[in-house]
């Protein structure tokens, strides 16, 4: 199978180049690296043209939802099977690609997302809060899903495009733009039943002080938790297993 893992970037002129000198010293596991710009404008967008990989640059900021959704259909109008994303901010640790793209690969899971709480995952400096909120909705997906989730929130995460092709609901829909996209994606692949889904152990590094996310308090976190009780409710779903919607 053919996969490219992509990065959104939005304005992480600090962050980017480590994350860009990391990936650079690797022997990828996967055919291509595919960076979403997302109208920077603190000279992370120069980085991304000249990374020396293919680009797409947003006019504006629209959310790490929309750049999955460009990088999917970048991916899929170039013949690829397989859509992994990687954090442009440096706590996800470029080393461990191949720790979710595997398990696809091998033919073990359709969708894999990475747990810093499964053994022999980390998550150095994670903040007090998140140490305390991660549980809380785990114990939330359960409840709407009954499946066991060790880290709902991590976004280091890989999957079959044929999933999105399978989809039988509008995963380009303008409300998914933001973190929703992900969060709804994840429900509606275990609440399918049928669709292959695993966690595995990865880092989530964290710095020892200073802002660590761009997340907006509330209001990012009901970004995160309003697709699951959107997902759960609105009944729809996937088309049968080799059926494929554009």
Known sequence: MKSVFFIPVFNQARELPRVLAELGSLELPCETMLLVDNGSDDGSERMVRESGYPS???????????????????????GYDV?????ANGKMLPAEM?????????????????????????????????????????????????????DMTCGYRAFRLDILQRAEFDWRAEWLNTYSFEYYLYAKVILDGTIRWKEVPITMRYPERGAY????????WWEMIRPWLVARVDGKGFAAAGAVRT
């Open 56 to 78: 797409v640059r947003l006019p504006r900021n629209m959310g790490v939802g929309r750049a999955i959704m460009v990088a999917a259909d970048w991916a899929l109008e170039r």
């Open 83 to 87: 859509l992994g994303g990687l954090a």
């Open 98 to 150: 191949h720790r979710v793209l595997d398990p696809i690969l091998s033919g073990e899971a359709d969708y894999v997302t990475g747990s810093r709480f499964l053994p022999g995952g980390a998550s150095p400096n994670l903040p007090w809060f998140r140490q305390r909120a991660i549980p809380l909705t785990n114990h939330m997906v359960r409840a709407l899903t009954g499946a066991t989730l060790t």
């Open 213 to 220: 996310t761009k997340m907006k308090p509330v209001l990012s």
